[in-house]
């Protein structure tokens, strides 16, 4: 198998079947041998004397050869009893309490399966109206989408996946301004991505300057009326401020809507890219294009037969997911079965661009992009006609836009969905994303580093004699090739990350997609964090232009102000480098009166999962020349009480930061305990309090057998100011490694963690 390192900790980390004790129980090899021979399965239904080993034999060679992957839940959860196979649903929300009490109640089972949510709130009736059956008045949509988000909260999954939710308002209901900022606060329904479901007629009259009306959703009456450009405007500085909200298109995407006789289209799953009908899911797969190249005359180019090949039996793979899932709700599978949508996507687009040598949004490579994805889709339906003839139409046939032509046995084929995890297994470029960072620096607390490199930038510079260790961090400090002299300029100008390249050229990227997927493409727009609302505002238009179905932009250091330590580790006798800001002396107070130290600029710790009585708790631990100054605690699978860990954590923080010892701290938090672990023998820690304090006596007591006041050496100064995205970003909660904004969602490169995963 081609499994690399870091895929294969990915892998035993998410993906393997374990025991009660967290071991893996099952090898690789073994994981996709079990999803293989449970997808092969669903061919007897339709031919008994199918030969269904002679396929998963197929199948298997299909995954391990890293050309095409299921998305996650097939991954894990295929051949198990648990059986979910989709990644996400939509679920209509109602304007009753007993409707929207329904969808929290089928919401969590979904979590509970494994699977991300997405709503439409634009049913529910305005903040004010009144309640005729209660003589109230209603609370509204952003209200509910609170009781939404802790009910997401409190789902202890105890899978391999966290739930996820989409929340869509139409931009004509009259609660659109509250919804726009209800995300003001990081804090806020942090279990939601929001996106304001637009119209045209609302973007002519941006364009027009008109004003457009608010709607009564019960009534479907103007109740009023608002500015569209200011409106248009309050979207771009929310989105500018911290990423949210995103824009969907909602006309276009039910223009594209293949069975208008069921609804209209109002959510997407919580990535944007699936557009779906109330009670329908979203069974994905993803083709690695890097692995779909062959050494031509010229140098690398596309295996277009070889492309064929794969889109045929990746059709009939997900084809037959629909068949063999075990659904969570029975009407999700009864709505599933009559359309039988599949979604195949693509990943390791940037990285085949690399080897092509084109740049990523130059006009070759946007070419490149209708080009591939026109045949993966015309491919795609091929296979589908192909299906349908021993197989029979899907059941809306006679109702869809179809209904005239050959019969298909998917109303959809094509979606490009982020690919962060699996694009980890297959060691590839997530989704159509370009390239986020090429050189990854990761420490452990004894001081060992591990570097991760682009394989084909290592390719590339090991051809020209280039490749050193040394240089490696130099890129890794800088975040980018733009500014590093050694590198020749042609290979700087093919060998561009996510901050490298204009904000339109990822909208064109985008676009050209667009143009020949039958759902939508889920893709983010990185911003620096310089970028303006007339930047973003551009964007969004450009977006609307140029045919895309919605569109994520991320300004960096937007959400979150977080430093990123992206430098080198110490080397064996290096003296550390003076510290560029000095941490001014805490100011003598009165008792009573004590300020905490600032946050400096630039810390350096580690990341430690401890075993607690429900689960996992992953403490992380910072420290600079003057010590301990923050910690912070995320909550593992199996849930625990993560706003409980995090207040010890923020209290510990600030305490340290206040000059308090280190252990007369510690000796209040270790020992204390908690019933979870009472009730289990053997647990070395007695609850979240005593295993920070453990966690932080350790870090402590290594920080301190250091010479005096040293700490691993900051990053080299760069031959050029170092962008700033290379110095914000936000830590991943389970191993404090950056985070990465791209296709729509957040991933950790390092650990596979993502927003829904």
Not at 22 to 38: I, M, N, S
Not at 266 to 281: H, I, K, R
């Amino acid at each position: 198998m081609k499994i690399g390192k870091n895929a294969l900790m990915v892998l035993e980390k998410r993906y393997l079947i374990k025991d009660e004790n967290g071991e893996p129980t099952e090898g690789v090899e073994q994981l996709f041998r079990r999803v293989a021979d449970t997808i092969a399965a669903a061919d007897a239904a339709y031919d008994p004397a199918a030969d269904t080993q002679a396929l998963a034999d197929r199948f298997y060679q299909l995954m391990t050869d890293l050309e095409f992957l299921p998305n996650s839940p097939t991954l894990m959860n295929a051949g198990r009893d648990l059986g979910q196979l989709s990644a996400c649903f939509v679920l209509p929300v109602g304007d009753s309490m007993e409707e929207i009490f329904d969808a929290v109640k089928q919401a969590a089972l979904i979590h509970k399966s494994g699977g991300g949510t997405g709503f439409s709130f634009s049913r529910l009736r305005q903040q004010g109206s009144a309640v005729r059956t209660t003589g109230g008045v209603a609370s509204g949509p952003i209200s509910f989408m609170k009781v939404f988000n802790m009910a997401t909260e409190a789902v202890k999954q105890g899978g391999t996946r966290r739930g996820a939710n989409m929340g869509i308002l139409r931009i004509d209901h009259p609660d659109i301004l509250q919804f726009i900022d209800c995300k003001k606060d990081n804090h806020e329904i942090n279990n939601f991505n929001i996106s304001v479901g637009i119209t045209e007629a609302f973007m002519e009259a941006v364009e027009a300057g008109k004003d457009y009306d608010l709607i009564d959703p019960k009534t479907k009456t103007a109740v009023g009326a608002l500015s569209a450009r200011e409106v248009y405007d309050k979207i771009v500085d929310a989105a500018w401020r911290n990423g949210e909200p995103g824009i969907i298109f909602l006309d276009r995407l039910n223009r594209d809507n293949v069975v208008p006789s069921q609804g209209e289209i109002e959510s997407t799953n919580p990535c944007g890219e699936q557009p779906l009908l109330p009670y329908e899911s979203c069974n994905l797969g993803s083709i690695n294009l890097a692995n779909m190249l062959r050494q031509g005359a010229n140098g690398w180019e596309l295996d277009y037969h070889r492309l064929e090949t794969v889109v045929r039996d990746a059709v009939h793979f997900l084809d037959n997911v629909i068949d063999v899932n075990k659904y969570p709700l029975e009407i999700i599978g009864e709505t599933t079965r009559a359309t039988r949508k599949i979604g195949l996507g693509v990943m390791g687009y940037a990285d085949a661009l690399l080897r092509m040598g084109l740049p990523y949004g130059s006009e070759k490579a946007i070419a490149l992009a209708q080009e591939v994805m026109g045949f993966i889709t015309k491919a795609g339906r091929e296979a589908s006609r192909e299906l349908a003839k021993t197989r029979g139409a899907f059941p809306l046939f006679a109702e869809s836009i179809y209904k005239d032509q050959e019969p298909l046995r998917n109303a959809t084929i094509t979606t490009i969905a982020p690919t962060g995890t699996l694009s980890i297994i297959a060691g590839c470029s997530s989704g159509v994303e370009p390239v986020f960072a090429y050189v990854y620096i990761r420490n452990v607390m004894d001081g060992t580093e591990m570097m991760e490199v682009n394989p084909v930038l290592e390719e590339a510079l090991k051809a020209r004699d280039l490749y050193t260790p040394e240089l490696m961090r130099k890129i890794a400090a800088q975040g980018t090739l733009a500014h590093i002299p050694e590198i020749p300029e042609d290979l700087r100008q093919v060998f561009v990350s996510a901050h490298d390249i204009r904000p339109e050229d990822h909208v064109r990227t985008q676009a050209a997609f667009q143009r020949h997927t039958d759902n939508a493409v889920s893709k983010t727009v990185n911003f620096q964090n310089s970028a303006t609302r007339e930047d973003v505002s551009q964007v969004y238009m450009l977006a609307y232009r140029e045919g895309c179905k919605g569109v994520t932009i991320y300004r960096d250091g937007s959400r979150f102000g977080q430093v990123l330590n992206v430098g080198k580790v110490k080397k064996e006798g290096e003296t550390p480098e003076k510290a560029e800001e000095t941490i001014p002396p805490l100011p003598v107070l009165p008792f009573g009166e004590i300020v905490p130290r600032p946050r400096p600029t630039v810390t350096y710790g580690s990341t430690e999962k401890m075993k607690i009585g429900c689960g996992s708790l992953y403490v992380t631990v910072n420290y600079d020349e003057n010590g301990i100054c923050e910690v912070f605690t995320s909550t593992g699978k199996g849930g625990g009480c993560p706003s409980q860990s995090e207040a010890t954590a923020r209290l510990v923080s600030i305490a340290l930061r206040s000059g308090i010892k280190a252990e007369e701290l510690l000796d209040q938090l270790q020992g204390i305990r908690c019933p979870s672990t009472v009730r289990q023998a053997g647990m070395k820690c007695t609850s979240c309090p005593d295993a920070i304090a453990k966690v932080v006596r350790r870090v402590d007591k290594l920080r301190r057998s250091m010479p005096a006041g040293q700490v691993p050496a900051a990053p080299e100064p760069p031959a050029a100011p170092v962008p700033t995205e290379t110095r914000f970003a936000k830590f991943c909660p389970e191993c404090g490694a950056p985070l990465e904004h791209e296709g729509g969602c957040v991933s950790c490169r390092s650990c596979g963690y993502s927003k829904c995963n």
